[in-house]
């Protein structure tokens, strides 16, 4: 099958095992880059839904990415986004293509290749709309996660300084590495990002300091620590960087520096600086 590479650059959000954070970095990543100024899309692949909440969309009564992904039609798509209620309060352009519990049918352990491709189909009518496409990924390698790779040029991946940290991490990497040589060779990964550091815990340290051994630069830097004012600004739908607070302006200061890794991979910040410039 023919496959159309997109121009936009698009980011999957991934950990193979849950609670570690995921949607919380996604939604970190999306309101820095909202901040920044860069046209965002943010795909909400994940079935509990959890970052289109965190972005102020109703679910109700609305196309979502179920639907997409039965029929990754041009109208379809369009009619699965909204705008994000961020918005309400400050310009930009940060819309989400709208999570749904049923995305668990396409759940399944073997897609077809032809299911694989559908969101790579999709986000092809509206990469002229974006310059960022964020993906929140389901905390699995069943088919919605390698759909979500097979449409991305990066993948980043989540973990915690835990006693499994290192296995999950190495587990998603070798996928990722499965799935560049067998469908995508554009994929790479970006790298893995810690979450919820407690940097007193010398536990915390050890499992941070076994990470960098094996995987070497791939760890990024900052490792992000813990913080109330994270899961504060989700639970409120709000974006961190308007959040109140030293402990949010920490946040939000390494999220800021975590995109800018992000878009020196790609052409992202020469259209954002040409954007800001334009304005």
Do not use: H, Y
């Given at each position: 099958m023919k496959v159309t590479y997109l121009l936009v650059h698009v980011l999957s959000v991934s950990s193979l095992?849950?609670?570690v954070g995921k949607t919380t970095v996604s939604l970190g990543l999306a309101s820095a880059a909202f901040a920044k100024g860069v046209r965002t899309l943010v795909v909400d692949l994940d079935p509990q839904s959890d970052v289109s909440t965190?972005?102020?969309i109703s679910l109700a009564g609305r196309l979502n990415v179920a639907d997409v992904l039965a029929s990754p039609k041009e109208k379809t798509v369009r009619q699965a986004i909204a705008p994000s209620g961020w918005t309400k309060t400050h310009p930009g352009t940060i819309d989400v293509l709208i999570g749904s519990p049923s995305a668990i049918n396409f759940d399944g352990p073997h897609p077809s290749i032809r299911d694989i491709w559908?969101?790579?189909e999709a986000l092809a009518h509206v990469e002229d709309d974006y310059d960022l496409v964020l993906i929140d990924c389901a905390p699995s390698l069943?088919?919605?996660t390698r759909t979500a790779w097979a449409a991305s040029d990066r993948v980043v991946v989540v973990t915690e300084p835990g006693l499994f940290s290192v296995a999950a991490a190495d587990r998603a990497l070798r996928?990722?590495?499965e799935i560049r040589r067998g469908l995508s060779p554009r994929l790479q990964p970006l790298g893995?990002?810690?979450n919820r550091v407690r940097s007193q815990s010398m536990e915390h340290q050890f499992r941070i300091k076994e990470l960098r051994d094996m995987f070497g630069p791939l760890v990024l830097s900052p490792q992000l620590p813990e913080r109330t004012s994270l899961q504060q600004a989700q639970g409120a739908a709000k974006p961190l960087h308007i959040w109140p607070g030293d402990s949010a302006q920490e946040?939000?200061?390494?999220?800021d520096q975590l995109l800018d890794r992000v878009?020196?991979?790609?052409r992202v910040g020469e259209y954002a600086d040409a954007a800001k410039a334009a304005r």
């Open positions: 095992k849950g609670g965190g972005m102020d559908k969101l790579e069943n088919a919605l996928a990722i590495e893995i990002v810690v946040m939000a200061s390494n999220f878009l020196r991979t790609g």
